[in-house]
């Protein structure tokens, strides 16, 4: 089967660190993204990893670990403009399909 | 550079009444093309997506249905709108297996 999971909401302070996690089960694994989407709003690409390890990417990063399942997204330097929701996608590569969590909704407060 | 756009951005239709979102993409040629559907507070559901012209693949039965006439234009529609049929319909494109880009969306309620 196929399964994303992530946290439903997260709340950070502006200027701190957030780590928003993703675990996935899916039945082929052919890469990882994640998506931003402000409320209202279509979703903007963010990042992708195929390999284990990290990706930085000015004040984000996305790390996989795909023996474990496991990616997560780091933001620093949080500022307000950054209180959205953050999706984690899965393409399944025997379908090349992406398989989207839910996603996490980030609310960040002065 | 690429670009994509939808049209209308809202829509509020009665049940019963038929539907019809266009997408168009710029910068491109060859793009798959991908309509997905986003209920409040629910992940993105795929609904329909073409990887040429005139060929379509549909994720979930419903009473929806998808067509490419044109190499960058992908289309959504509808005989008859159902209370369910009510969300935020996006269309994406891709390179081939590449991230997805997605555009701005409609937001459809059916009354």
């Known amino acids: 089967g196929q399964n994303i999971d992530q946290p439903t909401e997260m709340t950070a302070t502006e200027g701190a660190i957030v780590q928003i996690n993703c675990t996935y089960q899916?039945?082929?694994?052919?890469?990882l993204f994640w998506y931003q989407q402000h409320a209202g709003e279509a979703p903007t690409f963010l990042s992708y990893?195929?390999?284990?390890g990290l990706e930085e990417k000015g004040r984000f990063s996305s790390f996989l670990s795909r023996s474990k399942g496991y990616s997560y997204l780091l933001l620093k330097e949080l500022q307000m403009k950054d209180s959205a929701s953050y999706l984690c996608a899965v393409r399944d590569s025997n379908t090349d399909k992406l398989i989207f969590g839910t996603g996490t909704r980030l609310q960040v407060f002065p | 550079s690429q670009t994509i756009h939808q049209w209308p951005a809202t829509l509020v239709q009665p049940v019963g009444s038929p539907l019809s979102l266009e997408c168009t993409v710029e910068g491109t040629s060859n793009p798959n093309l991908y309509w997905y559907r986003q209920a409040a507070g629910r992940g993105l559901q795929l609904l329909f997506y073409?990887?040429?012209?005139?060929?379509i693949s549909s994720e979930v039965p419903q009473n929806l249905s998808a067509s490419r006439p044109q190499d960058r234009q992908f289309i959504l529609s509808s005989k008859k709108l159902l209370l369910s049929d009510s969300g935020f319909y996006l269309c994406?494109?891709?390179?081939?297996?590449?991230?997805?880009?997605f555009g701005p969306g409609t937001r459809l309620t059916v009354t």
């Open positions: 990893n195929v390999l284990d």
């Open positions: 994406a494109w891709s390179a081939e297996s590449y991230e997805q880009y």
């Open positions: 899916t039945s082929g694994f052919n890469g």
């Open positions: 073409s990887v040429g012209i005139g060929q």
